[in-house]
């Protein structure tokens, strides 16, 4: 098995060192950072898209998600058999394609970028897939991970409530806090902080996480996460 | 110094056992419910409120919300030179009385009762205080605590941004995720569950916690709480 990996970031190299280490599978990869190469996650660097993918027989496309759909139709083009499977997290929008399998790990960090790529950032973590593929769940069951196999609006409503929700609200907590903790204190001359405690703490555990990333996946799945906030706003409101 | 514990539960029994362990101060407990004492966590286990305060130079009322004033006054009748604090998370409504200063530790845990308490409960955890006293700040440091000396109102407002209202969207969106995993459940016959991932359970880790203590501190802080909603609503409707 030869497996190429478009777009070598936390995710993309992650794949890599884990597929190598952990699947004997040899690695190539491109990603137009040429520093993102410079980490040595992947066995060949190669120079151009089209170089990464053409012997492949499995392609994980990993870029940021504005740029997924033209990344998979240029790997579906430059290879005409492989698989190819991608990491975005919203999954509607994508190449309907024979040998196209959407795929969305529920893994991350807070540290972006192949310097903090782990063979095991998916060691136990659920792994969606918008259909039953062999190679593809076998290569998501080698990283460790668990497939769940659902449609892709199912996926994204889902995601919409579960993942994009939370981090607006993340936000819009951290923002709030801030204003109000800058508000007490010009009333009050020795106050310097206002203690935040772990309930707080929770909830904003991934505000202002990796801003043009999250910026991207909201406007993908702009209208999920519109009728999520609609709903959860219309809820919060008979709590009142 | 002698410390009298009215309300034996998690908190007050955390204090009881910080104080006896870490201070060397004998402490004697009133609970109304008797099997609260059988902890062992007091030295004395007092048969009225009256007989647990007498001989007491500081009291913690640490009471459900509702009974916190009642409790207070009775305490500051009972004996007429002891300090009084409590530990309810909100500070306005408690009596105004030159022996009274009110506290609020924000610690717990997600197991409620004398059972669970632990003398290390508030270790590095910041305690509110409505006002400067010596002696009651002697005690929040001994339990390993920070003070915060804040007035009842800035404490309040604060409480119900940054730990009444995440307690509230905890338990929403732990409801709508609820709902929609049965109804993809009902279209799609092979589905049992969705995953959840980390920035959901993060989000929702204190959802549904401990039902009638939750109500009355909604209820004690609702007019800030309702306050808290209405910008956070408006600020989450600008970001659709």
Tied chains: 1, 2.
Excluded: Y
Excluded at 191 to 217: K, Q, Y
């Amino acid at each position: 098995l030869r497996l190429a990996v478009v777009g070598v970031g936390l995710i993309g190299g992650s794949v890599a060192l884990g597929a190598r280490e952990r699947m004997g599978v040899r690695v190539s990869g491109w990603d137009p950072d040429p520093g993102a190469l410079a980490s040595g996650v992947v066995d060949e660097v190669a120079s151009s898209l089209e170089d990464a993918v053409c012997d492949a027989d499995l392609v994980l496309v990993a870029t940021p998600i504005e740029a997924l759909r033209p990344a998979i139709g240029a790997v579906l083009k430059a290879n005409e058999r492989a698989v190819v499977t991608d990491a975005g997290s919203v999954k509607r929008g994508l190449p309907e394609h024979p040998r196209f399998v959407g795929g969305h790990p529920l893994a991350g960090s807070e540290h972006a970028g192949a310097g903090h790529a782990r063979a095991d950032l998916f060691d136990g973590a659920p792994w969606f897939l918008t259909r039953s593929h062999e190679a593809v769940e076998e290569l998501v069951r080698g990283m460790g991970a668990l497939p769940h196999v659902v449609d892709a609006e199912t996926h994204d409503r889902w995601m919409a409530l579960t993942s994009h929700l939370p981090h607006v609200i993340a936000d819009v907590l951290a923002e709030m806090a801030n204003a109000q903790e800058e508000q007490a204190a010009s009333r009050i001359h020795s106050l310097r902080s206002l203690p935040r405690g772990p309930s707080f703490r929770d909830a904003t555990r991934v505000a202002g996480a990796n801003p043009p990333l999250w910026r991207g996946i909201r406007e993908a799945n702009a209208d999920f996460l519109g009728e999520a906030i609609e709903d959860f706003t219309k809820r919060l409101e008979d709590r009142r």
